[in-house]
Nanobody
């Protein structure tokens, strides 16, 4: 079994930065592709960014380019999401997930964390 635990969410103001972290434990695999997704109330879950366990094959959603970066630490088994210049429309529950292939669609991901709330006030 694999456990994913997100942290770092909170209430911030527009223009602020926030760093989310996903800690993986259990039967993790070097073949994992790690993704961050978000879901706002009344909206479908959407892909934010992804990175291979090796640190390559980074994918970013169009809205994330220029504002969001993803990184990982194999030693710590963490995947971080650095978000800058946050906007009210970034308000959502952010979740990390693990898949066995490069993917941007939620259905491809096997393991999911519980999510962390990010609220951006105007």
């Amino acid at each position: 079994q694999v456990q994913l635990v997100e942290s770092g969410g909170g209430l911030v103001q527009a223009g602020d930065s926030l760093r989310l972290s996903c800690a993986a434990s259990g039967r993790t695999s070097p073949n994992f592709y790690m993704g961050w997704f978000r879901q706002a109330p009344g909206r479908e879950r959407e892909f934010v960014a992804g990175i291979a366990w090796s640190g390559d094959n980074i994918r970013l959603a169009e809205f994330a380019k220029g504002r969001i970066t993803i990184s990982n630490s194999n030693a710590m088994r963490t995947v971080d999401l650095q978000m800058t210049n946050l906007k009210p429309e970034d308000t959502a529950v952010y979740s990390c997930a693990a898949a066995f292939a490069i993917a941007t669609q939620p259905y491809a991901y096997i393991y999911w964390g519980q999510g962390t709330q990010v609220t951006v006030s105007s």
